[in-house]
């Protein structure tokens, strides 16, 4: 399966940890998206990159959060000092530059913060 | 980019029955996708519409495209329990490099 992928599935952590997510995307997408969603509403877009450079971060984004993608493949997602109010589906996609747009998802991070 | 707004907020029919989502956008686009996601699953890209186009087909699903209206339309026919999920629209437009998402529409087929 050449799909993108997301670890882990599942997260559980007490308030005040630190949680890191890992995307792979698929091999020959320049594009990565990182995105958060709480239950009933739709995906809400955190950041994204075109090869290793990080274009766009939110500007709702709290400092405690942070991406990379150092060699331009997989991607990192670190929550630091987490809080309650981060429990969510953190989810990632990748799409080809060049192409028309369509994004191609992760099955997604769930986040539980205690 | 910017967000495309679904309506309605939720649909409950009957297999068998069709199901027709509403999307409104507010500026130009190049295209509109629609996505699908059953829960707790990653969202599917369902088709893709180009703002020259006016309908397109894949399947049982239709859809269509007024851009004098700013609006798309979903329709999916002789629908299935295995339809139930949450349906979203986002309008594309160049140089617009993120996807923005509604609060999309969420359906329930009854078996």
């Known amino acids: 399966d050449t799909g993108v992928s997301q670890d882990p599935r599942h997260k559980i952590t007490k308030r005040g940890q630190n949680v890191t997510f890992r995307c792979d995307p698929i091999s020959e997408h320049n594009r990565l998206y990182w995105y958060r969603q709480t239950l009933g509403q739709g995906p809400e877009f955190l950041t994204y990159f075109q090869n290793e450079a990080q274009l766009e971060k939110s500007r709702l984004l709290s400092d405690r959060f942070s991406a990379e993608r150092p060699k331009g493949s997989f991607s990192t997602l670190e929550i630091q000092r987490t809080e309650q109010g981060d429990s969510a589906m953190y989810l990632c996609?990748?799409?080809?530059?060049?192409?028309?747009?369509?994004?191609?998802f992760g099955e997604g991070s769930r986040l539980t913060v205690l | 980019s910017q967000q495309g707004e679904e309506d309605p907020q939720a649909l409950s029919i009957q297999e068998g029955e069709n199901a027709t989502m509403n999307c409104s956008y507010k500026t130009s686009i190049n295209n509109l996708q629609w996505y699908r996601q059953n829960s707790g699953r990653g969202l599917v890209h369902l088709i893709l519409?180009?703002?020259?186009?006016r309908e397109k087909h894949s399947g049982r699903l239709r859809v269509t495209l007024d851009t004098s209206k700013k609006s798309s339309s979903l329709l999916i026919t002789a629908s299935r329990a295995a339809d139930t999920a949450s349906y979203f629209c986002a309008p594309g437009n160049t140089g617009g490099f993120k996807t923005i998402f509604g609060a999309g529409t969420r359906l329930f087929v009854k078996a």
């Open positions: 996609a990748s799409s080809l530059e060049g192409v028309a747009g369509e994004l191609f």
């Open positions: 519409i180009r703002s020259n186009e």
